[in-house]
């Protein structure tokens, strides 16, 4: 996720400082102390910080805080875009699920997961405490785990990542639209932002993480988000059973496709500051990386509409749609590694490959409601592995630190493989504990009444259109 080029510094951290206890009783008193705490000593050590003597860029800084805002805007774009593909009594329930991370896993992000992804990790499993609360994050010192150092803040990079955060959880809730209680679906996702996400982050991109240690290369989050995403929706599909109308064979038709085209044109160009942003840097690599997510999001939407047009006999807007997300999915993880052709190639192939992954579900009788598993899974994967056989020292001399420690391409390739299955078996099986625990505390599925009569009326007393 962040570039190699930044080099290791120190500073002064100062311990946090105690606060008197509120004279309020039982937990209420606790929780305020323990809140108040953390904010104090956020306080106390950012002003302890002591600035490094790598200087800051403010260009490369201007970018990353860009890149931010535009993949801030892909979560209400993935919202516009399920919104469109659902039934017309559930478009707002829909895009509630999206809109309501960016609330939620901000908080949560900056309080708890922030440090377990990129604290100081002593196993490779899951980050330290250093950062709870906001601790000690500092927008004049770099990210201090690295080696070698970046030119951005830790505070921007902080940011950066948050927005990552908030996306991934969303991505899922694509697979289990229409038919799960809000309620269940909002403690489901901040116990995985936790307990899911957290540590992959940690495996893959914290410079103390056990795969990053091996050489796994994942440039923007193949494994992290979309892999992580698709193989936990999986997991959520098979733990809610199928919509009702399935079961009854009634149409499930989309409410409004030009919401959808909308939504997938807007993340297309918030993947630029997801990919590109991911350099942290204003050079080489994040221009190659913007071209490289370009070129793959255009191979990938021809791929599909392809493959649309020999299997079914006609292209479809949705198809279009979905293609360049495909593309999109299989480029995140090799985009700042490959050059320009292997990034169409990768695009048109994960294009095509998805567009008849998305039959498994009808096969196999799951129901992901808005194909998360067959694009995000399935591309996530793919795109993870390819990177492994195209990435080039030449784009990225970082690529050549990998192909060192995995003693040649057949190891990187392996490596690759080896992340793909650690991090797709972890969010699968973790998410289904998940739901089940939910299950038991808030219950998850909609009950039958409800989601006949559409969600947005039933759980939210709105609806989507009053025309």
């Not at 297309?268 to 071209?291: K, P, Q």
């Not at 998360?372 to 795109?383: E, L, P, R, S, Y």
Request: aromatic content about 10%; hydrophobic content about 50%; charged content about 10%.
């Amino acid at each position: 996720m962040y570039g190699h080029n930044e080099i290791p510094i120190t500073h002064d951290k100062l311990g946090p400082k105690p606060i008197a206890s509120l004279c309020i009783s039982g937990k209420v008193a606790t929780l305020i102390s323990l809140l108040l705490l953390g904010v104090t000593s956020a306080f106390a050590q950012q002003d302890g910080l002591k600035p490094t003597t790598v200087a800051i860029d403010k260009t490369d800084t201007l970018w990353v805080l860009v890149a931010s805002v535009l993949v801030l805007l892909m979560t209400p774009a993935l919202a516009l875009f399920y919104g469109g593909m659902v039934r017309r009594k559930n478009i707002l329930s829909t895009m509630m699920h999206s809109f309501t991370m960016m609330g939620i896993v901000s908080v949560v992000w900056v309080v708890l997961t922030y440090s377990l992804s990129f604290g100081k990790t002593s196993n490779g499993f899951i980050g330290g405490f250093e950062y709870l609360f906001g601790n000690g994050i500092s927008m004049k010192a770099a990210y201090p785990y690295t080696t070698p150092l970046g030119t951005i803040p830790a505070g921007i990079f902080m940011i950066f990542q948050m927005m990552f955060a908030i996306i991934t959880p969303a991505l899922i809730s694509g697979a289990i639209a229409e038919r799960m209680k809000f309620g269940g679906y909002v403690l489901f996702t901040t116990l995985w932002a936790i307990l899911i996400y957290a540590p992959v982050a940690c495996w893959v991109w914290n410079p103390g993480g056990w795969l990053f240690a091996r050489g796994a290369l994942d440039f923007a989050g193949g494994t992290v988000v979309h892999l992580a995403s698709g193989a936990s929706a999986l997991a959520a599909c098979i733990a809610l059973g199928r919509r009702r109308a399935l079961e009854h064979r009634d149409p499930i038709l989309p409410n409004n496709l030009t919401t959808t085209l909308l939504g997938a044109g807007l993340l297309w160009v918030g993947w630029i500051g997801f990919n590109a942003g991911s350099a942290l840097a204003m050079n080489d690599i994040a221009l190659s990386a913007f071209l490289a997510t370009h070129l793959a999001a255009a191979a990938g939407m021809i791929g599909w509409l392809i493959c649309e047009k020999l299997h079914f006999g006609k292209p479809t807007a949705l198809g279009a749609a979905s293609g360049l997300v495909a593309g999109l999915v299989g480029i995140t993880p090799a985009a700042g590694y490959v050059a320009p052709m292997p990034a169409i190639l990768i695009g048109l192939f994960v294009g095509s490959l998805c567009c008849f992954a998305v039959g498994i579900k009808i096969k196999l009788k799951f129901d992901d409601s808005l194909d998360v598993v067959g694009v995000h899974g399935i591309g996530g994967a793919t795109g993870a592995i390819l990177t492994g056989v195209l990435a080039s020292a030449a784009v990225n001399p970082s690529v050549a630190d990998s192909l060192k420690s995995n003693h040649g391409r057949v190891g990187l390739v392996f490596t690759q493989v080896l992340g793909v299955l650690a991090v797709g078996a972890f969010a699968f099986v973790g998410s289904y504990l998940l739901i089940k625990l939910t299950q038991k505390i808030t219950g998850v599925r909609a009950t039958s009444a409800e989601e006949d009569a559409g969600l947005d009326i039933s759980l939210h007393g709105e609806a989507g259109y009053n025309l």
